[in-house]
């Protein structure tokens, strides 16, 4: 790690400087919010607005305690990496924080609810219900478009449109529709997605709409309005659809371009 480079830099979304422990609060808050966001590094012993460095008077007895604070006030549990880099006569403690794969991570002593964070900035802020849910999202790999929608059953889902984008390939089945992650099971039963859910609940009149075929009455789109945010929405998950069916269409060509040539020489 070059600390040179580090002091050039201002504080930022991966960059923390602390003058020392001895408002341990405020350094673990900036370790929650590295790691439920983009991770980054946290010098103990700068000046966070000048930059200077006042070095750490016993680097040891410091990175032991803050060891201590970090496993004993941070959940789940996290692991960052503790350096001691020398600068002149004097060292600094160095915290490597990492992008979690177990985030959301809080504070123990105010629970979940109240002492998650997240770096906007250069600044430590709260993360809401909304963001928290984000955020376990992410560490399970799921994107908002994934999340089932527990009131609208698999019914809901126009099976007629996506049957005709597939029609130059193949048959489109049913269970089909849970490869393209369109519909997933939710306790028990098969619900459609939030990606599906301004996209082919829709008339086939409002499809081709979208794709500029001709005119559509709003009365013709099911079970949603005729906003523009739907539309776009709509309009955005059709055209996934029909761009897996063009991928497949142009894989089939491919092998068959190469089958034919194989022929004929």
Same mark, same amino acid.
């Given at each position: 790690?070059?600390?040179?480079?580090?002091? @050039? %830099?201002?504080?930022? @979304?991966?960059?923390?400087? @602390?003058?020392?422990?001895?408002?341990?609060?405020?350094?673990?808050?900036?370790?929650? =919010?590295?790691?439920?966001?983009?991770?980054?590094?946290?010098?103990?012993?700068?000046?966070?607005?000048?930059?200077?460095?006042?070095?750490?008077?016993?680097?040891?007895?410091?990175?032991?305690?803050?060891?201590? $604070?970090?496993?004993?006030?941070?959940?789940?549990?996290?692991?960052?990496?503790?350096?001691?880099?020398?600068?002149?006569?004097?060292?600094? #403690?160095?915290? %490597?924080?990492?992008? /979690?794969?177990?985030?959301?991570?809080? $504070?123990?002593?105010?629970?979940?609810?109240? /002492?998650?964070?997240?770096?906007?900035?250069?600044?430590?802020?709260?993360?809401?219900?909304?963001?928290? =849910? !984000? #955020?376990?999202?992410?560490?399970?790999?799921?994107?908002?478009?994934?999340?089932?929608?527990? !009131?609208?059953?698999?019914?809901?889902?126009?099976?007629?449109?996506?049957?005709?984008?597939?029609?130059?390939?193949?048959?489109?089945?049913?269970?089909? #529709?849970?490869?393209?992650? $369109?519909?997933?099971?939710? %306790?028990?039963?098969?619900?459609?997605?939030?990606?599906?859910?301004?996209?082919?609940?829709?008339?086939?009149?409002?499809?081709?709409?979208?794709?500029?075929?001709?005119?559509?009455?709003?009365?013709?789109?099911?079970?949603?309005?005729?906003?523009?945010?739907?539309? !776009?929405? /709509? %309009?955005?998950?059709?055209?996934?659809?029909?761009?897996?069916?063009?991928?497949?269409?142009?894989?089939?060509? =491919?092998?068959?371009?190469?089958?034919?040539?194989?022929?004929?020489?």
């Amino acid at each position: 790690m070059r600390l040179l480079e580090l002091l @050039k %830099q201002p504080e930022g @979304k991966t960059l923390e400087f @602390k003058r020392d422990l001895s408002s341990p609060d405020g350094v673990l808050r900036s370790i929650v =919010a590295l790691a439920n966001t983009a991770g980054g590094i946290l010098l103990v012993g700068v000046e966070d607005k000048s930059r200077h460095v006042r070095g750490v008077k016993d680097p040891l007895a410091t990175e032991e305690r803050l060891a201590n $604070l970090v496993s004993d006030n941070i959940m789940p549990r996290l692991a960052p990496e503790l350096e001691i880099l020398s600068w002149r006569r004097t060292h600094v #403690l160095a915290v %490597q924080v990492f992008p /979690s794969p177990s985030r959301p991570h809080y $504070l123990r002593a105010g629970g979940l609810e109240n /002492s998650a964070y997240v770096r906007v900035g250069s600044t430590n802020r709260r993360a809401d219900s909304e963001m928290i =849910a !984000e #955020l376990r999202r992410f560490a399970r790999g799921e994107s908002f478009d994934e999340q089932p929608l527990a !009131e609208l059953d698999s019914e809901a889902l126009d099976f007629r449109v996506a049957s005709e984008l597939f029609t130059p390939i193949r048959r489109l089945k049913p269970h089909d #529709l849970e490869t393209l992650k $369109l519909i997933a099971r939710h %306790q028990g039963r098969k619900v459609r997605r939030s990606a599906t859910s301004c996209s082919l609940a829709m008339s086939e009149s409002a499809t081709f709409q979208m794709h500029g075929y001709r005119p559509v009455d709003s009365n013709e789109m099911i079970g949603a309005t005729s906003s523009y945010a739907f539309a !776009e929405r /709509s %309009q955005t998950v059709v055209e996934t659809l029909g761009s897996i069916a063009r991928r497949v269409q142009l894989r089939r060509n =491919a092998n068959e371009l190469t089958r034919d040539t194989g022929k004929s020489s």
